[in-house]
């Protein structure tokens, strides 16, 4: 039994060429691992570092250019230019504010106190990086230098960009170049560059042995996103070599981890596309793993945490409020995803420098992993390769419109052969206990069309009437309007022959403009009303709002509310009961995952907000869906951050509050699976769940029977 897997990464998520960064790929840098090849093999392996190392500096330069960070010197050291998404802005974004601290915290701890110390930075695999610029020219290299090796290509390359750059030149001073057969690439007083493999330690230590670098005097050792790149065997020698070679010094590491949950392998497959294999993950697979690595390899003090944690515990509220409003953004499980993948380790030495860890959090990062799960949820695929082709979407809905009949539509997927929003809508038909056939219908007629919003709600009206409250186009385009859509069969009975017709709903006195939201049916003095509640909108990035719309005259009524309101919150679940609602989890305020369960139980004179005290108290999560099924209140899949664990299946007894947690057992359908921005339709006289939407697996993978547990 494989265990249940995370949700994907999102937009363009891994449909198009940007792939790399969506799965936390920020750039690899040059990575200067040169393996054991042939000349040609070797020179094939030095264009893919290049072209690696080129799109990371265009990256960082994208990144500068939209005010995330203040660097310069990016884009005079690669002058192309490129125009990158908001979701490949926010990896480089924390990568580059992890690596920042480390590098400010070492310099002051170096240059503290009465008598200031000499310090130096070695830099490996520095590919294109600003560092020494940014540093130079914030007066911070006051008896300090800093050295760079990577890939003889990629050094020389640089240093000849610098000499051609007169705004570089300026802010370096003296310098010279060094010969062609000479390692040392580039020197100045503070600054040298060197083309070196990393796996020959000997020439390495000669090398900087001969460009100045002072194994006696306190060093910061860099190394974003290489050791990953080399193979265990040579990254092992490289971190043993640097706790014999310096006496004094920090060792700050950069890079991915979490190999075997179904994010992690997909990361895994997109390297090794793009000829530069990850190395290593399966022998240190997380935080823990790799400060034994370091431990063990001579370095007395270790510390480290995913990017998550120090994205929460470090930056500030009011940068991280910053960043978040600098760009529109709605890739959020992507986002935390790929922070859940990387972490940032500091491992010291030497009598002053291994007692000051540089990871010192601003506040604490509370881990609630799940309770050991009681059991498994047995899943397996209901379509065949060829109706399910078309099915890989996130961001849609879908609603049970009769027994055995389902009506999906909207979402980001694949259709006629583009990555786009999908126009199409599908209707799925059961023909035996666990196998569905999936079918395209049409939209009717030359009226309104179908636009293919994402992150709305659809609700039955009748067996062949649905409601679409809400959605959006783009993070900046709200869908306009609510509609009807309305199935009507142009032929015989069969489901191929059924088209639909879609038609503008004016609702008065509010226009939802909202997506990310809610909407359950509730009973107030026996009418049956909509209870549309929280998601987000373009000028708020989270909602408190509730609003009640009253089904047979559709028209927003207002019904008093007493309690206290539950906090804002997007991207949670909701699901009526006892005439009520549901509300679990989401993303509240400050893109924080939420725990919390909250009852709207109706009361004669309207509604009353109650809050469910659960124990064990549950994992903070969102982008799950939710199902009251004989009393219990099943959370499936979803996003967590607060858990090195991947969600699976909750269920609490809305009697007691015992929540239990279950994995999904996964061997019945092809790996890997994610449960995210999925949809899911309960089956209650089969105890079936249907789930719809993966976004990362073949067709086949797109539908899962999950039977209740026992």
Request: aromatic fraction near 10%.
């Amino acid at each position: 039994m494989r265990a249940p897997g995370p949700a994907r990464p999102e937009k363009g998520r891994f449909f198009r060429s940007e792939r790399a960064v969506r799965v936390g790929c920020t750039g690899s840098e040059s990575c200067s691992c040169f393996l054991a090849m042939g000349p040609r093999s070797r020179e094939r392996r030095a264009g893919a570092v290049q072209k690696t190392n080129d799109s990371s500096a265009l990256s960082k330069s994208s990144l500068a250019s939209r005010g995330y960070v203040d660097d310069a010197f990016t884009s005079l050291l690669v002058p192309a230019t490129a125009r990158r998404t908001p979701l490949i802005h926010r990896g480089y974004y924390i990568r580059a504010r992890a690596v920042r601290h480390c590098v400010l915290a070492f310099l002051k701890l170096t240059s503290a106190g009465p008598e200031a110390r000499r310090s130096q930075i070695l830099s490996l695999g520095a590919g294109s990086d600003s560092l020494y610029f940014h540093l130079k020219a914030s007066g911070l290299l006051a008896g300090a230098g800093v050295w760079e090796v990577d890939f003889p290509v990629v050094a020389r390359r640089k240093a000849e960009r610098i000499e051609e750059t007169p705004e570089l030149c300026a802010l370096i001073g003296p310098f010279q170049r060094g010969r062609p057969e000479s390692t040392l690439c580039f020197e100045s007083l503070d600054y040298h560059i060197l083309g070196l493999d990393l796996q020959q330690l000997q020439q390495l230590e000669e090398a900087l042995d001969a460009a100045g670098l002072d194994a006696a005097i306190p060093t910061l050792l860099l190394a974003e996103a290489v050791l990953t790149y080399l193979q265990p065997s040579s990254a092992a020698a490289l971190i043993a070599w640097a706790a014999r070679r310096f006496s004094n010094a920090f060792f700050v590491v950069y890079e991915q981890m979490k190999p075997q949950d179904a994010f992690g392998q997909v990361m895994l497959q997109h390297f090794q596309q793009l000829n530069s294999p990850l190395h290593g993950l399966d022998l240190f697979p997380d935080v823990e793993s790799q400060r034994c690595r370091f431990l063990e390899a001579g370095w007395p003090a270790c510390s480290a945490m995913d990017m998550n944690e120090f994205y929460r515990c470090f930056l500030p509220a009011e940068e991280r409020q910053r960043m978040e409003h600098l760009e529109p953004f709605d890739e959020f499980e992507e986002w935390h995803l790929k922070c859940s993948h990387y972490f940032i380790l500091t491992a010291s030495k030497g009598d002053t420098l291994s007692q000051a860890l540089l990871l010192a959090p601003l506040e604490a990062f509370p881990q609630v992993d799940p309770a050991s799960p009681s059991g498994v949820f047995p899943a397996k695929v209901v379509t065949n390769g060829s109706q399910g082709s078309n099915l890989k979407r996130y961001g849609h809905a879908s609603v049970l419109l009769s027994p055995g009949i389902v009506l999906s539509a909207g979402g980001f997927g694949e259709q006629e052969g583009r990555h786009c929003r999908v126009s199409k809508l599908h209707l799925f038909s059961r023909y035996s206990h666990v196998e569905w056939k999936s079918s395209q219908i049409y939209c009717w007629g030359t009226g309104l069309q179908w636009d293919g919003r994402l992150y709305h709600t659809m609700t039955r009206l009748s067996d062949t009437q649905v409601l679409v409250l809400g959605g959006r186009l783009s993070p900046v385009s709200p869908a306009l309007g609510a509609v009807q859509l309305h199935l009507r069969k142009s032929g015989d009975n069969s489901t191929e022959s059924i088209n639909v017709t879609v038609t503008k709903v004016d609702l008065e006195d509010y226009t939802l403009s909202c997506w990310r939201h809610s909407t359950t049916e509730v009973s107030y003095q026996n009418e049956k009303y909509l209870f549309v509640y929280g998601g987000r909108n373009v000028v708020e990035p989270v909602l408190s709002d509730w609003h009640f719309l009253h089904l047979g005259t559709m028209a927003w009524v207002k019904i008093p509310v007493k309690g206290g309101a539950p906090d804002p919150r997007h991207s949670h679940s909701a699901c009526p009961w006892q005439g009520g609602a549901l509300i679990a989890g989401g993303l509240g305020a400050s893109e924080k995952p939420l725990k919390s369960v909250v009852f709207l139980r109706p009361i004669s004179c309207g509604f009353l907000w109650e809050s469910i005290d659960i124990q064990p108290p549950i994992t903070p999560r969102y982008s799950h869906t939710s199902h009251v099924f004989n009393g219990q209140l099943l959370l499936v899949g979803g996003v967590w951050i607060h858990s090195s664990s991947v969600p699976g299946v909750t269920v609490i007894n809305l009697s007691t509050g015992l929540s239990t947690e279950y994995q999904i057992d996964t061997t019945s359908v092809p790996w890997p699976l994610m449960l995210h921005n999925h949809t899911s339709i309960l089956l209650p006289e089969e105890r079936q769940l249907l789930l719809l939407g993966d976004l990362f697996q073949t067709a086949i993978t797109l539908f899962c029977a999950l039977w209740e547990a026992a």
